[in-house]
């Protein structure tokens, strides 16, 4: 059974910091490229930060380089989503999504919610 369980979401004053993880399980993780999107009340789901199979190359949503970093740990079947300076419209659903140049099939999370408020 494939799962994305995403961690680590919460309420955070502006200018604070989150980790967000997601733990993925039933399927081979490795070969997989691993995203992170995010939707607020009232918009589109958009993507926030991607990050290939073996780490070596990312890329970022503009309203959000230099303050948010992606990791994977391909050992422990995890992806990472550092969040530094919070600010109020990083509020939204954050979800893990995973998909493979050898399959045609992906897999998203449930989703955590960040919220930024003081």
């Known amino acids: 059974q494939v799962q994305l369980v995403e961690s680590g979401g919460g309420l955070v004053q502006p200018g604070g910091s989150l980790r967000l993880s997601c733990a993925a399980s039933g399927f081979t993780f490795r070969d997989y490229h691993m995203s992170w999107y995010r939707q607020a009340p009232g918009k589109e789901r958009e993507l926030v930060a991607r990050?290939?199979?073996?780490?070596?190359?990312?890329n970022y949503a503009d309203s959000v380089k230099g303050r948010f970093t992606i990791s994977r740990d391909n050992a422990k079947n995890t992806v990472f989503l550092q969040m530094i300076r919070l600010r109020p419209d990083d509020t939204a659903v954050y979800y893990c999504?995973?998909?493979?140049?050898?399959?045609?099939?992906?897999?998203w999370g449930q989703g955590t919610q960040v919220t930024v408020s003081s």
């Open positions: 990050i290939l199979t073996f780490g070596g190359w990312t």
């Open positions: 999504y995973a998909n493979s140049d050898k399959a045609t099939t992906t897999y």
